[in-house]
């Protein structure tokens, strides 16, 4: 068995695969999934040693599958959720890999909770095979999850019988079954106005995509009904930098991060919610933030959004973060500081930005929108 450790250091955190005497690297997957990118499969980065290599993922901002499953399902996130695995295997399938291959461990399977979009860990072994079936993997989602107890359970029975049809279960089936949860729960979406520019834009938003407002008290009808496992405050994690554990807490390296103890979840991550992105003034390349902790730099094996042109900006420059319902910069103690709207911020103090900000990175300029 390979060893497996995760560890916490300097605000990320790593999961490191160590392979086994005579294990080889599969360059060719190697090469699709960090040169070219595999929908769902997490990047990494390989060490060479004497007699062997490392892989290591960075998953810091990510939710464990464990985790995330703690909380309530309702119809609706279950049938996202299925959604997102069926998605990472057709990629799978469609580059050739091994199915065989993916870490179907929960504790190691993430959940991205800006997006609720699952990725996977997948180990570009020669030889190597996961014990876990997907069979297995997909009835477990039963076992180690809870579902709401204000909606009718005859999906989940619907779900158990499919996979327990015979000794392979219809993948079409499985399939068409997700395809007819989703059109039972598509409703009309209702819309509000902004308050201050009358933008129309969903009731579930927090801000307004057009010009940032806030949109304080705006909830869909729906909201009593519907449990989203992202408003789930995370636990206090152990102190100290570095160390190595076995066991996730509800948000990866959120806390180190951030610099505080509270949960960069909150209520604005719900269905239909608006999700930020900045503007690249120098390509006019649309950056999507998809994660409660976003790192920009220059290094790739660090950051979410690697700045491969420009020397001026550091290898891990600066995090926009997600919290309490707005949105921060932080400058990382970059060797060119962060500027906001012609202003300079203090490294490693959380500054608001709202959407149209204006950001300097060195001198890399961003512009910071919110949208639905």
């Not at 057009?210 to 789930?232: D, F, I, N, Q």
């Not at 206090?236 to 180190?256: P, W, Y």
């Not at 409660?292 to 220059?298: C, K, Q, S, V």
């Amino acid at each position: 068995m390979n060893k497996i450790r995760l560890v916490k250091k300097a605000g990320t955190v790593q999961l490191i695969v160590k392979s086994q005497k005579g294990q080889q690297l599969d360059e060719r997957e190697d090469y699709k999934i960090n040169k070219e990118g595999v929908p769902g499969l997490l990047y990494f980065t390989v060490r060479q040693k004497r007699s062997s290599f490392l892989l290591h993922y960075n998953l810091t901002g990510f939710l464990s599958l464990r985790e995330y499953l703690k909380n309530p399902l309702c119809r609706e996130t279950f049938f996202r959720m299925l959604q997102h695995i069926f998605d990472v295997l057709k990629a799978v399938q469609k580059m050739s890999f091994r199915q065989q291959k993916l870490f179907l461990d929960f504790d190691y399977v993430m959940v991205n909770p800006a997006t609720q979009k699952l990725h996977f860990v997948y180990l570009p072994i020669q030889g190597f095979e996961w014990g876990t079936t997907l069979r297995d993997f997909l009835l477990n989602v039963i076992q180690v999850g809870t579902f709401a107890a204000d909606e009718e359970r005859g999906y989940v029975k619907k779900y158990i019988s499919i996979l327990n049809s015979g000794i392979n279960f219809s993948v079409f089936e499985l399939e068409q079954y997700i395809s007819s949860l989703k059109q039972e729960d598509r409703q009309e979406e209702q819309k509000v106005k902004c308050p201050r520019c009358y933008t129309e834009t969903s009731s579930w938003a927090s801000f307004c995509p057009a010009c940032g407002a806030v949109l304080s008290g705006r909830k869909g009808e729906k909201e009593s009904k519907l449990y989203s496992p992202l408003e789930e405050k995370s636990r206090q994690r152990d102190g100290g930098g570095g160390g190595v554990t076995q066991n996730f807490t509800t948000v990866l390296g959120a806390e180190e991060i951030s610099g505080s103890g509270t949960s960069v979840l909150n209520q604005r991550l719900r269905k239909n919610e608006i999700y930020p992105y900045l503007l690249r003034k120098k390509n006019r390349e649309k950056i999507q933030i998809n994660r409660a902790a976003f790192r920009i730099g220059t290094e790739r094996a660090g950051c979410d959004y690697t700045v491969e042109d420009n020397s001026a900006v550091s290898r891990s420059h600066a995090d926009i973060l997600a919290k309490d319902g707005k949105y921060y910069v932080m400058d990382l103690n970059s060797t060119n500081r962060t500027y906001l709207d012609g202003n300079e911020i203090e490294p490693g103090q959380e500054t608001e930005i709202v959407s149209g900000s204006q950001l300097c990175l060195g001198d890399e300029e961003f512009i910071f929108y919110v949208q639905a």
